[in-house]
């Protein structure tokens, strides 16, 4: 099994800063694409970033300019810096993952973390 562990959320204020880390574990043959989701209460679960093996990434218009996705494949890590936070961007984030399991290629599946819980507000 693969697995997921995400962390490095918390209480912010307006304008702070957070950097949420993820790191894969487990029978990995390879990671794809990684990238990080956010559900606020009564919304709709949001794509907030991208980035593929070759780190291009994408972002969500709302988070463009303020979030940063990086990726460190030798440590199979996701990373989501998080500057000039507004209280909007409170939600549970959750990393994913697009892995091919070492005992199961050719089958890549997405793998999600537990979500780590970021609140911003004054």
């Known amino acids: 099994q693969v697995q997921l562990v995400e962390s490095g959320g918390g209480l912010v204020q307006p304008g702070g800063s957070l950097r949420l880390s993820c790191a894969a574990s487990?029978?990995?043959?390879?990671?794809?694409?990684m990238g990080w989701y956010r559900q606020a209460p009564g919304k709709q679960r949001e794509l907030v970033a991208t980035?593929?093996?070759?780190?291009?990434?994408k972002y969500a218009d709302s988070v463009q300019g303020r979030f940063t996705v990086s990726r460190d494949n030798a440590k199979n890590a996701v990373y989501l810096q998080m500057n000039s936070l507004n209280p909007e961007d409170t939600a549970v984030y959750y990393c994913?993952?697009?892995?091919?399991?070492?005992?199961?290629?050719?089958?890549?599946?997405?793998?999600w973390g537990q979500g780590t819980q970021v609140t911003v507000s004054s």
């Open positions: 994913y993952a697009r892995v091919e399991d070492r005992r199961a290629v050719n089958t890549v599946v997405t793998s």
């Open positions: 487990g029978s990995i043959f390879n990671i794809y694409t």
């Open positions: 980035i593929t093996k070759d780190r291009n990434t």
